[in-house]
């Protein structure tokens, strides 16, 4: 089993709703991340927490609102969607910031449907 | 641009036979190339990497290896299972910025 745990592992949402998706690491890692994969496609960067702070956001629309409370947590806020956000949402962290020095370990991702 | 281009998109082959996958990489800054391997339902596990000090990594039936020079790495299963089968993704750094940049996977099918 991973040592990301996101909840919740499914969500469904109107396009008006407001709802936060959540991660969790307790392997003292100091890079958090958010991806995000559509069926049958790798997986995309949205945005890089660095020792808590927000260090990469790769021009993500601002329906979609990171937070890091602290070094073991990560939320995803999101409000007003659309259906095309419907996707896989996956959390990942690493030991240290920058995928040139250590891996990435990945969470098993919430799935959500925005009707 | 900066991109990891994978191949094949998918393969098929018969328990305990070998399957290799193949990624090439534009970014010459690149010195780190692991491989995910994702099953259904679940996020991309990390099965091995290798930086680009050395040219070949073995763990047990997997193997990776790189050639810096023609900025592609290699995926090689021997003596595959069924429960093999699954997505696997190769991906590099690429940019100045901290990013992993995932090829477009591979659908791997062992059949019995």
């Known amino acids: 089993d991973t040592e990301v745990t996101q909840t919740p592992k499914h969500l469904v949402m109107g396009m008006t709703n407001k709802k936060s998706l959540k991660c969790e690491q307790h392997?003292?890692?100091?890079?958090m991340y958010w991806y995000k994969q559509k069926a049958k496609k790798p997986p995309e960067l949205m945005f890089v927490y660095s020792y808590e702070k927000l260090s990469i956001n790769e021009s993500v629309p601002s329906r979609f609102s990171p937070e890091c409370p602290n070094s073991s947590l990560l939320n995803l806020h999101l409000h007003a969607l659309q259906p095309e956000d419907s996707a896989l949402y996956l959390c990942a962290s690493s030991q240290e910031p920058g995928p040139r020095s250590s891996p990435l370990h990945f969470g098993n991702g919430t799935r959500l449907t925005v009707t | 641009g900066e991109n990891v281009e994978q191949h094949p998109s998918t393969l098929s082959v018969q328990e305990g036979d070998s399957a290799v996958i193949k990624c090439t990489y534009s970014?010459?800054?690149?010195?780190?190339f692991p491989w995910y391997k994702q099953e259904l339902g679940k996020g991309p596990q990390l099965i091995i990497d290798?930086?680009?000090?050395?040219g070949e990594k073995k763990d047990q039936r997997i193997a990776v290896t790189l050639n810096k020079t023609a900025k592609h790495f290699s995926l090689h299963i021997t003596e595959t299972q069924p429960e093999d089968s699954a997505v696997y993704f190769c991906a590099a750094p690429t940019g100045t910025a901290s990013k992993l940049t995932f090829g477009t996977g591979t659908r791997l099918q062992v059949t019995l």
């Open positions: 392997m003292g890692h100091r890079a």
């Open positions: 290798i930086r680009s000090n050395v």
């Open positions: 970014d010459s800054a690149s010195n780190y």
